[in-house]
C-alpha cells in the first residue's frame, strides 16, 4: 500500500498535470471563431480561396480538434485519480484489486490499472481497420492460415478493366514491329 507522502506526492503531480492541461484547452468558444473571421478560416471571406488552402484550413482545424479531444481524455483520467485519492482507492488496480507498484505510479500517476492489466485499456490491441485489408493472409483461432483478397488479387480485378501500360512499356520490344500486312500488334494503322 502507499504511503500518505507517497500519495501526497501523486496528487500534487496529478494537480499539477491538470493545470497545465487547463491551460493549453481552449475556452467554451473556439480560437478560430469569431464574428469578424468567416469559418474559422481566419479569413474575411471564403469567397476565391484556393481549394489547397481551404484543404490545409480544413486539415489544421481537424488536427487541433484531435489534440483537444485526447487532452480533455487526458484530462477525464487525471479527474478520475484526483477522485480515487479522494475515495481512498488510488493505487488500487480496478481489474485485479490488487495495489499497483509506486513505480507505476510514478510514471503514469493517472492510472487505473497495474501494468499485468494494462493492456486491457484496449490502446495496445486498438489496431487501425485498414490493417485487415492489407495483411495477405490471417490466423483463425485455431492457428490455421486462411487466405484472403491481397494486393496481388486487387492488381488482377483492376488491370482486367485496363492498364496505362503501352506497347512502348513491352520489355521484349515485340510492341512496334510491324507484321506484313502494315499492322502493329493486331492493330490497324
Known amino acids: 500500500m502507499l504511503t500518505t507522502n507517497q500519495i501526497n506526492e501523486q496528487k500534487n503531480k496529478l494537480l499539477s498535470m491538470k493545470e497545465e492541461i487547463e491551460q493549453t484547452l481552449p475556452g467554451g468558444q473556439n480560437e478560430t471563431e469569431t464574428p469578424e473571421r468567416a469559418e474559422g478560416t481566419g479569413e474575411l471571406s471564403s469567397y476565391s480561396n484556393h ?4 484543404a490545409t484550413e480544413l486539415f489544421e482545424r481537424e488536427k487541433d480538434a484531435a489534440f483537444n479531444n485526447n487532452s480533455r481524455e487526458h484530462l477525464n483520467h487525471i479527474e478520475t485519480a484526483l477522485t480515487a485519492i479522494e475515495e481512498g482507492t488510488y493505487g488500487i488496480c480496478e ?5 499497483i507498484s509506486f513505480k507505476r505510479l510514478e510514471a503514469v500517476p493517472e492510472t487505473r490499472r497495474c501494468i499485468e492489466h494494462a493492456d486491457s485499456e484496449g490502446i495496445l490491441n486498438d489496431r487501425a481497420v485498414e490493417e485487415d485489408v492489407i495483411q495477405s493472409s490471417v490466423k483463425t483461432r ?4 486462411e487466405v ?3 494486393r496481388e488479387d486487387a492488381w488482377d480485378a483492376a ?8 506497347p512502348s512499356d513491352d520489355s521484349s520490344n515485340q510492341g512496334y514491329n510491324e507484321d506484313t500486312q502494315g499492322k ?3 492493330r490497324a494503322w
Do not use: A, L, V
Open 51 to 54: 481549394p489547397g488552402d481551404e
Open 95 to 99: 481489474i485485479c484489486g490488487e495495489p
Open 142 to 145: 485455431d492457428n490455421r492460415e
Open 148 to 150: 484472403i483478397f491481397d
Open 159 to 166: 488491370s482486367d478493366h485496363g492498364t496505362s501500360q503501352t
Open 184 to 186: 502493329i500488334r493486331g
